[in-house]
């Protein structure tokens, strides 16, 4: 033991130093947690009746089939109790070994103590025993509708996950041999990380999942070169400089989510769909949503689509001097192009030349993952907090996308922040996914209700402008793009909705992968392949059959597809113009400003 000439020992020394800092970190703790925001009950968990239903039906089952209820439960006592056994035998025997593990691997158990020690393999295995059991019993309950089946299922599974033992210090080898190597330091710096949490998000835990120093929007993400060239309250339009001599007569521009930023399609040259699209001979203009804070209260989505589309077509049409465009909408940016597009058609305005519908839902009959989430008890909530706040804050929004996928974007950044003690990684994708935005209050109400629960744009008609627009209205030549492993827009919810729009000319691209990595899919990469189909875009069994694979992106494909829709090819147009000077470089500044985590700031 290594001792200084006037000091204790060195590690007695790590060992005060440590509890020094765990001491000041408490503070800061408890300092953070006094900032938290006032708890929406309506927001922390599904309401009460959703548990009264799953036991009045489970007891009534229990009444009436008893057999089918202690089938399970002995089939539980039999696995665990085996289980237990072959551990007791081999600690019996003087072997300090776990029995043999030949269950299907789960990625959360891949230290080779899960299979090879004792203890943690008994714990493991109980956990997954108990979670099968408990996943089973709920199957077998009868009398539930289809809603709250998902419903139950969908926490059941929560809290399954949420109770994993790589959840627990105690029983987390990973975390507790960092621990030993680190001398206890990787549970401090894991609780500094933990307290700087609290404090970025002011007093709600949400767990950082990238190096929010590694990136910086406009220098590392977001480079390909643009002007702002127009700009109101609701968002900042983006010309690209063009790349090519010429380029095709008509415009195209796009409208990302304003549910995030549009520098997902931006973040790096590599895979920028963006600079892609000027590199093929594009004018393009991009729309950058501005944030919104309680001031957009009474923003609804009559204003998404007047400010917003209505707006920004008029500009494109004025500053290229072209009275035809093409248009790309983006998630929930499509749904409200749908909507917008059905308007029009209503108003006999035949600005849009074509557009393209990248992973938009539009019939929302089938609500998906989501479904635990769009019923009265979280819409109401929703709707109170929005009240509160005057928005939907981006906790919110954040909490609930991630808790669809929990295990990978809560649990196992939690391990690795707070257990592991480790720095989030620098990836350029996690970063984009922790800068969210709000939602204006009254906008986001209306979206939930009209659209996400009632199915009305899909069914009686919905309410824009004055006007009752029906999915059907959606008249001109169209290309949808899904992704094949989307959980958020399910390919066959967006086909299903591609189909009931009333244009006569419709391509349909299904990607592989997911909501965001199946559209960011460069050529280059050569990673995720699609789907293309001669088939009508009628019915999905009919299309899928008849569909044949292509390795590769679908960008070619798409921009082949567009580039027919776009005219002949005219000089380069100089982003800007008389009566629309250069207001600021790309990517501009709604897109860089600040995020306000509540109504007060």
């Known amino acids: 033991m290594t001792t200084s000439d006037n000091g204790p020992p060195a590690a007695s020394q790590q060992m005060n130093d440590n509890l020094a800092k765990v001491e000041a970190l408490s503070q800061r703790l408890v300092a953070a947690l006094s900032h938290k925001r006032p708890p929406n009950p309506a927001l922390e968990g599904p309401g009460s009746d959703i548990y009264l239903k799953a036991t009045s039906a489970f007891m009534k089952e229990w009444i009436e089939n008893p057999s089918k209820f202690l089938e399970t439960q002995i089939n539980y006592w039999g696995q665990a109790l085996k289980h237990y056994v072959s551990a007791h035998e081999m600690l019996a025997k003087g072997q300090l070994s776990a029995p043999a593990d030949p269950g299907p691997k789960d990625r959360r158990f891949k230290n080779p103590l899960w299979d090879t020690h004792p203890y943690f393999n008994f714990v493991k295995q109980q956990y997954l025993i108990s979670s099968q059991a408990i996943e089973d019993a709920v199957k077998n309950i009868e009398g539930l509708d289809p809603v709250d089946r998902k419903r139950v299922n969908y926490f059941t599974r929560q809290i399954i996950d949420m109770m994993a033992p790589t959840n627990f210090l105690a029983t987390n080898p990973d975390a507790l041999e ?22 970025t998000y002011g007093g709600d835990l949400v767990v950082t999942l990238s190096d929010r120093d590694a990136f910086k929007v406009g ?68 729309v950058a949503w501005k944030n919104p804070d309680a001031a957009y209260a009474d923003v609804g989505m009559d204003d998404y689509i007047s400010e917003g589309y209505l707006t920004a077509f008029e500009q494109v049409k004025e500053i290229t001097g072209e009275k035809k465009l093409n248009v790309v909408g983006y998630c929930i940016a499509g749904t409200t192009l749908a909507l917008t597009l059905a308007l029009m058609n209503k108003r006999k305005d035949t600005t849009v030349n074509s557009a393209t519908f990248f992973t938009t839902l539009t019939d929302f009959s089938d609500q998906g993952e989501f479904t635990a989430f769009l019923q009265d008890d979280f819409v109401d909530g929703i709707e109170d907090q929005c009240k509160r706040d005057g928005m939907l804050n981006s906790y919110f929004m954040t909490r609930t996308f991630s808790y669809l996928r929990a295990n990978d974007l809560i649990y196992a950044p939690a391990i690795r922040n707070y257990m592991m003690g480790e720095a989030p990684p620098a990836f350029d994708l996690l970063f984009w996914n922790g800068d ?18 009632q199915d009305s744009f899909a069914t009686k008609g919905y309410p824009v402008l004055g006007e009752t627009v029906h999915i059907s209205e959606v008249n001109v030549p169209l290309c949808g793009v899904a992704c094949e492993t989307d959980h958020i827009a399910p390919w066959i919810a967006s086909f299903h909705g591609i189909a009931q729009m009333g244009s006569k000319d419709k391509t349909f691209l299904l990607s592989e992968s997911g909501h965001i990595a199946g559209i960011v899919n460069p050529p280059s990469k050569k990673k995720y392949g699609h789907y293309v189909s001669d088939a009508p875009v009628e019915s999905v069994d009919t299309w899928k059959e008849a569909a044949e694979f292509r390795s590769g992106s679908w960008w070619p494909h798409w921009g082949e597809w567009l580039a027919e829709r776009s005219g002949k090819m005219v000089p380069a147009r100089t982003p800007g113009g008389p009566g629309h000077p250069v207001l600021a470089p790309a990517p501009g500044t709604y897109v860089i400003e600040i995020k306000k985590e509540t109504a007060e700031e």
């Open 436 to 453: 969210s935005t709000n939602l204006p209050g009254k906008m986001a109400v209306e979206y939930l209700r009209g659209l996400c629960q």
């Open 178 to 199: 960092r621990a030993v190597e680190t001398d206890g330091e990787s549970l401090v710096k894991g609780l500094e990380n933990l307290v700087r949490d609290m404090e």
């Open 219 to 286: 220098e590392n993400l977001g480079t390909t070169e643009g002007s702002v060239v127009y700009r109101n309250r609701l968002f900042e339009l983006i010309q690209y400089k063009p790349t090519t001599e010429t380029v095709h007569k008509t415009p195209l521009i796009i409208f990302p989510p304003w549910i995030n930023k549009y520098y997902i399609l931006d973040l790096k040259p590599q895979n920028s769909l963006i600079k892609w699209i000027v590199e093929q001979g594009f004018t393009l203009f991009v």
